[in-house]
């Protein structure tokens, strides 16, 4: 399609309306192979920093604070802010963007919303390529926010290169924390809110937790206070961050990264693809009666699996 | 398998701090299965724009109470049009009185105007049969 190559050409020349309307053709799965093939040579040189945590934890009001310091050292700023809370099959309200006011016409921050559209290979395939088309566009720190705590949030905190879990005091948290799993995931800590009493207790509370769980021992993650209302902590935050870019650049973690987050990636395409040919498969399976009552479903599976070799097969020739 | 949705940006430019009105509005536009950004309050005609632009939005929906509609769409339409989005739709609703509403329309400031008690449906539809005629989005 034509159309798409005029927008493909104006991304690299930094334009921020193609960095919009390639994310929402790439979002409609409209055309998408055709620009992610353009975009990916450009892209793979920026680390991405992930921001997580609970509902109202302060994520976004986080995001606003660190991309103005970054905007004070000259670089533009990317941010996707991601609710994969919002029912599958129906629309979003998405409302990060009221926090990020204070850049809201400055050209070198560019801030897109995301919502769940129960999108094949899950809302962390789509994220993925939204990051990369901002990357492409030009901007030169990626910011990732997403909220909750559960598996969808997790999957796409993998994304991240270097992921920020925030807390808040007296909240109990940090317990939340491990039961969800999100402990393991995070290379830094963040308590915001500090100026709200707690939070040298849950400070505590997580660096015992760090001591007995058996983490990376080259890089143990730190814990950061930050008040964005009394403006503190913010800036040490900034300075962990890079500290644990230098740290993925200079250890090589980066290259194990890369190739997990590869790995992953490629998983859910073919996750995807074999879903689809799996569900067009099956109602003619069943409707054959190729398939007796009372059989094991492993069984069952192992039958479709040669069915659906036998197809690529044929496809293939 | 589409995954299209239709986007809309629900702003609230002005001083007033009513936001309950956008807000009721936003919900129905999510249940209606469309992806809702909302900015919040206090929003001038340059921080809508943009953020329409960056959101890629089909749809400005401005709700305004102070009495300033008469400013505010037409300064949000020529925004529109120095940055070549007049693709994007503007509506609104408030208090704005039936004159200066026909004003509005009649010299293109904005596309459809909704006073307060509009069933919520009745917004709900319109955009939809607005949207079935505008999928040029792209090219
Ligand atoms: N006391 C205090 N409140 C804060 C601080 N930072 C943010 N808040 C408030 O916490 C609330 C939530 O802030 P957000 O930045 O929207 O939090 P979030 O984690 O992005 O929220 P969701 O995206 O809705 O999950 C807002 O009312 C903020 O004003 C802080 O440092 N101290
Ligand atoms: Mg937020």
Redesign the pocket.
Known sequence: MNGVQEWLKRLFLQDRRAVAKLISLVEDNIERHQIMRAVLPRTGNTLVTGIT????????????ALTKLVREQGESVGIV?V?PTSPLTGGAIL??R??MQSHATDRNVFIRSMGTRGHLGGMAKATADVIRIMEAGGYTTLLL?T??VGQSEIEIMHLADTVIV?LNPGTGDGIQAIKAGIMEIADIFVI?????PGSERLKNDIEMMLGMTGQDKAWRPPVVL?????NRGVDQLQAEIKRHHAFLRSSGRWKIKWQEQLQREVWRHLNGQIQEQFNSLWPKLLSDAAIAEGTDPGQIAEQVWSVMMEEMKKKND | MSQTRIRVLVGKPGLDGHDRGAKVIARALRDAGMEVIYSGLHQTPEQIVEAAIQEDVDLIGLSIMSGAHLTIFPRVKELLKQQQAEDILLIGGGIIPEEDAESLIRDGYAEALFTPGTPTTEIVDWINDRMKLNRSKYF
């Open positions: 945590g609970p509902p109202g934890a302060g994520k976004s009001s986080l995001v606003e802010a609710d409302g990060d009221i926090r926010e909220v909750g925030t915001n809110k500090a100026d709200l930050t008040s964005v209302y009394e």
